[in-house]
């Protein structure tokens, strides 16, 4: 069976939680670092529609500014933690599981982690944990930009590709308001369907992988 190729991200979404649930994963940890991509952001259901969470991070000059990704520093000069943690707080308080994870998920917004690389995998091994689902381990060893071993599916870490596979709805505490937004963090499906998630998450089509 191939592995699949991909990047960790903060707090993925549903399309790659999906991967991790269905594939055998490899992380790509030599690449460099780029903007506008779900290595540093995720997407949630606010009472204001669809919000962006993003990550800040130290930027570096040199050459042209290039950093490998695994290099990236988080930029705590702001209280991002805080604000991240408390946006979610208002946006699922009321979904049916915010206060059945909270305590497994709150630990990751009161430490000031310095590697972007190491705390996405930190948020995905902590969300697996809840989801009961394996956590992915292994990671390249070096950088390829046409892989011959791996399935890529990096491209799953694009922010700005739009994403027009649209999922099976499930209940979303703004649905009244906003109607079904399809494809946001992994958190937003966990919040909401808990136990339910994890099934969601097996048997949802991998079609966007060959788009």
Request: negative net charge; aromatic residues 16%; charged residues 20%.
């Amino acid at each position: 069976m191939s592995k699949f190729l991909i990047h960790p991200s903060y707090f993925p979404s549903i399309a790659t939680f999906a991967v991790f649930a269905q594939k055998d994963i490899v992380w790509e940890a030599h690449d460099n670092f780029q903007k506008q991509t779900y290595r540093n952001r995720c997407y949630i259901c606010t009472d204001q529609g669809k919000h962006m969470l993003n990550i800040p991070i130290k930027h570096v000059g040199g050459n042209e500014g290039r950093q490998k990704y695994r290099e990236v520093q988080l930029d705590h000069s702001a209280n991002w933690l805080k604000q991240h943690w408390r946006t979610l707080e208002t946006a699922y308080r009321t979904s049916p599981f915010f206060e059945y994870y909270e305590d497994d998920l709150k630990p990751l917004f009161e430490t000031e982690a310095q590697s972007l690389f190491e705390f996405n995998l930190s948020t995905i091994q902590v969300v697996s944990d809840c989801l009961g689902i394996e956590f992915p381990r292994t990671q390249t060893s070096n950088f390829e930009m046409s892989p011959n071993e791996f399935k890529d599916v990096r491209f799953l870490v694009n922010a700005k590709k739009p994403f027009v596979e649209q999922f099976p709805e499930y209940t979303q505490v703004f649905a009244e308001r906003h109607g079904f937004l399809s494809n946001l963090s992994i958190l937003d499906l966990l919040f909401n369907e808990g136990t339910n998630a994890a099934p969601y998450l097996h048997n949802l089509s991998l079609n966007f992988l060959d788009a």
